[in-house]
Nanobody, 119 residues
Framework: QVQLDESGGGLVQAGESLRLSCVAS????????MAWFRQAPGKDRELVAS????????YYLDSVKGRFTISRGNAQNTVSLQMNSLKPEDTAVYFC????????????WGQGIQVTVSS
């Protein structure tokens, strides 16, 4: 089991930026696909962005394309989510998740971090 710790959430106004970071208990994410999910009150959890560590293949939810960027951190066990031009509808608890790329489901999760965007 991989422990994931998120940081960087908070309260911002619409149009501002936040950067979320996720640090893993393993030395490197090689062989993993990393992702950020979010869950707003009363809504299902949704995949916001993912990154295949080997090859750098990224996926983005349509509503965040052009505003959010998932990337490797400076360390091999860190992944970040840069969120620009934030909107009130981005308000949610954001979760870092990881899975071995060969597996279908994410089986390692962080505890979640609150992002609140005021209008």
């Amino acid at each position: 089991q991989v422990q994931l710790d998120e940081s960087g959430g908070g309260l911002v106004q619409a149009g501002e930026s936040l950067r979320l970071s996720c640090v893993a208990s393993i030395r490197t994410f090689t062989g993993y696909t990393m992702a950020w999910f979010r869950q707003a009150p009363g809504k299902d959890r949704e995949l916001v962005a993912s990154l295949r560590w080997n090859g750098g293949i990224a996926y983005y939810l349509d509503s965040v394309k052009g505003r959010f960027t998932i990337s490797r951190g400076n360390a091999q066990n860190t992944v970040s989510l840069q969120m620009n031009s934030l909107k009130p509808e981005d308000t949610a608890v954001y979760f870092c998740a990881a899975r071995l790329t060969a597996r279908a489901e994410y089986d390692n999760w962080g505890q979640g971090i609150q992002v609140t965007v005021s209008s």
